[in-house]
């Protein structure tokens, strides 16, 4: 017989396994982005993708939009607080349904801009929309990750069951 216990263990490891793959993806496509962005344009400079996409390279020492520039460690600081509530959120509730995929993409996005931060010293972003600041792999995952945590939190299931 399966106890409680170690079926929320069971639970546990299943929900921070995929949550992990999926921060994994993400951290290599945005560090590989990165990479080819930084060997393939030189800062400043831009080059058109698509009507209205446009790759440009620039460093970003801030946050979202640029905010906090210059705030290395409170960046840092807030972005560790912020990974352990997520992981720790995950940890009290791995039975929620989908839970480790918006884990999974915030954590993975959080610490592809952290590795940029702790070894450029900057954020690379690299794409461009009209009216919108450049941007990079690791935002977009963040960006989908808080639309799916709320989602997974707040939104229904199949079945109009809870998710």
């Known amino acids: 017989m399966v106890t409680q216990a170690r079926k929320a263990r069971k639970l546990r490891a299943v ?5 992990g793959a ?13 990479h080819a962005i930084r060997s393939g344009i030189d800062v400043g400079d831009h080059q058109k993708l698509l009507p209205g996409v446009t790759l440009v390279h620039v460093r970003n020492t801030g946050v979202a ?8 460690t409170l960046v840092l600081v807030f972005t560790l607080a912020a990974l352990a509530a997520l992981a720790g959120y995950l940890a009290l509730r791995p039975e ?11 954590i ?4 592809g801009n952290l590795v940029d931060r702790v070894l450029n010293g900057a954020v ?8 919108w600041p450049a941007f990079n792999a690791a ?3 963040i960006t989908v990750g ?5 989602l997974v939190v707040e939104g229904r299931g199949s079945g109009g069951r809870r998710a």
């Open 146 to 150: 808080v639309v799916a945590l709320l």
């Open 15 to 19: 929900a921070f396994g995929r949550a």
């Open 65 to 72: 939009f640029s905010l906090f520039s210059g705030g290395g």
């Open 22 to 34: 999926v921060a994994a993806v993400v951290i290599a496509v945005d560090q590989l982005s990165k």
């Open 124 to 131: 690379t972003d690299f794409v461009k929309l009209p009216l």
């Open 96 to 106: 929620r349904s989908w839970l480790w995929l918006p884990t999974g993409l915030l």
């Open 108 to 111: 993975g996005g959080a610490i």
């Open 139 to 141: 935002d977009m995952s």
